[in-house]
């Protein structure tokens, strides 16, 4: 028995780019887990895991939060299923694409389309996202709206190094997609469930790649409400 | 026999990122090379290889150019030797590493440096080096050392990413020192052949990185003139 607690919007919505992370390690290692949708405003949903942030992963009897742990725990338990790393150092390079994502790409990617969130959110989770937000930011939704352009301009180089990589080969895993594919994947997926804001053009690798991605699984990444730009 | 031809300024100065990548890789799987020094006027020593960049590496009858590709001809050909990737997972993340290093850390820490690279020089490799890089900038290399205080500012959370890794874990490549580690040490053992600028505090767990590559190879990255900053 496996739930995946995710983090949800309204008419289901699923954006948080840290639980498609989680989802799609799953579906890379074969494995089902029921999807416990959480609003921003149900913390007490998943107290029992002593921490606030999703996702967070009950498999039997252990519970695991954190998107990176939960990788881990995956690729330990399930070590006849197909590798989410692949080794020591596989794993260890896809820790710097996690710190890379964390630190350079959802920073810059964030304010791009914050706006376009609290469409998507109950009116309780909109207030909170406005409040918690526009706090980190020290700017209203609205104001990082108006400066949409200049947000993406410099979305531009922080981008460079995942299409010159994508240029030179298809996966960012190398010879086949692997959890730092999901982790850069799950950047763009969150924008793609939110916003209609166009990131890249027609003939950028990137957008080869993530097509690719999408296809995945069945179509996992289409099966929830998403725009196509 | 194998020679590797590297980029080299007046009094045994070695300085150049890529070379570095090469040197290291060499040594990681304990192959011996005789370094030949060339200036950057000197290109015509190294023309045989029908480029114009170093490294260039003869082994045997063979010639590689590009660092990266001479990381690949070292890992295929020295199979029995000590892993640089360790597989083709490993090999598509330290792409990565490569294309994230080349577009993100080098362009940021280069403004930092660079005015401190010409008094290294022979004349005539200080005039070309003047020109090249004032072209490439659009500024002369005064202008870029007057500004040093606001580029290490911006060099900042370009090492955001490889911070946070290097809190988590003692080497970019997990388990132990491999060819992403030296990709990404290339860089910084660049800056400290040439310049005394402090590019980090006492306690930044990248700098007890750094000082475990250092002692590598019996301090191969000692062995050369350069600062302790």
């Known amino acids: ?30 494995l089902d887990a029921t999807c416990e949708p959480c609003r921003f405003t149900e913390k007490d949903k998943f107290a029992f895991s002593g921490q606030e942030r999703l996702p967070v992963l009950m498999d039997g009897s252990k519970t695991i939060a954190d998107s990176w742990a939960i990788a881990c725990h995956l690729e ?72 949409r352009s200049s947000h993406l301009a410099k979305l531009a180089p922080v981008l460079a190094p995942l299409r010159r990589l994508l240029t030179d080969q298809r996966w960012i895993s190398g010879g086949g ?12 997926q969150w924008a793609r469930c939110v916003s209609d804001v166009r990131l890249l053009e027609d003939d950028d690798p990137i957008r080869f790649w993530l097509t690719r991605l999408v296809e995945r699984f069945d179509g996992l990444a289409d099966s929830v409400p998403h725009f196509d730009s």
Chains 1, 2 share one sequence.
Not at 6 to 25: H, K, M
Not at 177 to 183: C, E, T
Request: hydrophobic share 35%.
């Open 1 to 30: 028995m496996r739930i995946l607690y995710e983090l949800a919007g309204r008419d289901g919505r699923r954006f948080s780019p840290f639980c498609w992370r989680s989802r799609l390690a799953l579906a890379h290692k074969g």
């Open 76 to 147: 330990d338990t399930y070590r006849d299923r197909p590798a989410l790393f692949g080794g020591p150092t596989s794993r260890g390079l896809s820790r710097f694409v996690n710190d890379w994502t964390d630190t350079q790409l959802l920073p810059a990617l964030s304010p791009c389309i914050i706006f376009d969130i609290p469409q998507w959110l109950d009116p309780e989770d909109e207030a909170y996202f406005r409040r918690t937000r526009e706090a980190r930011y020290g700017r209203t939704l609205e104001e990082m709206h108006a400066e």
């Open 177 to 188: 997609p692997a959890y730092s594919d999901y982790i850069v994947f799950g950047a763009f």
